[in-house]
């Protein structure tokens, strides 16, 4: 189900924003960013935020985003924003000229993670998928749309019942750039049930 993006609502509205029905433009504002506590021993909570809700556990949301990145950590990606202190997040996030970081974070009770890998900084362009079974997910992203890789699975404590999903983008240093977010989709849980070691028994 193709998803139409003025149906969603903003956590922190940047001053400058373009939503149509297929397509959300972003410009970020300097010094916005998402993390809690972990190793910085700070707390950023001021990005920008444009999310869905439902209570369906099992589905998968897709989304492409488009960036022109040019400061270290200005970034733009995917989210699931229940709270400050509990939330996460998959985004390409540039470091220099020559690489940037495709990575995720998630946030537990107030306390982020940070996994990521080096990648080319050419690439301006790539597809996130978040998928949910009930209170654990699976981020996973792809260079073409069709062929998606497995980023991590993580479990979000607080994800009951009803949880919010969308999209992000923020420039934690003095910087600003556009990051364009199309092809937003709902489908059935990509994510496919475990098939192998049968769970441990209580």
Not at 16 to 44: A, C
Not at 118 to 142: G, N, Q, T
């Amino acid at each position: 189900m193709k998803i139409n993006a003025t149906e969603m609502k903003w956590t922190r509205q940047p001053k400058q924003s373009l939503v149509t029905k297929d397509r959300v433009e972003i410009t970020t504002e300097p010094f916005t960013d998402l993390w809690q506590r972990t190793y910085y021993h700070f707390r950023n909570d001021n990005a920008p935020v444009l999310q869905l809700s439902s209570s369906e556990q099992y589905f998968s949301f897709v989304v492409r985003t488009e960036f022109d990145t040019k400061v270290r950590y200005d970034q733009s990606g995917i989210i699931m924003y229940l709270n400050s202190e509990n939330w996460l997040k998959a985004s390409m996030e540039y470091e220099n000229d020559a690489i940037q970081r495709l990575g995720s974070v998630v946030t537990n009770n107030g306390y982020s993670d940070w996994a990521s890998v080096d990648v080319d900084a050419s690439i301006k362009s790539v597809w996130f998928r978040l998928s949910r079974r009930e209170d654990d997910f699976c981020i996973e992203h792809s260079l073409d749309g069709t062929h998606f890789k497995q980023m991590r699975i993580c479990h979000v404590f607080n994800a009951k019942d009803t949880i919010h999903f969308g999209i992000y983008a923020c420039s934690a240093e003095n910087s600003s750039f556009k990051a364009v977010f199309t092809d937003m989709e709902l489908t059935e849980c990509k994510w496919l049930a475990h098939d192998g070691q049968a769970p441990d028994s209580d």
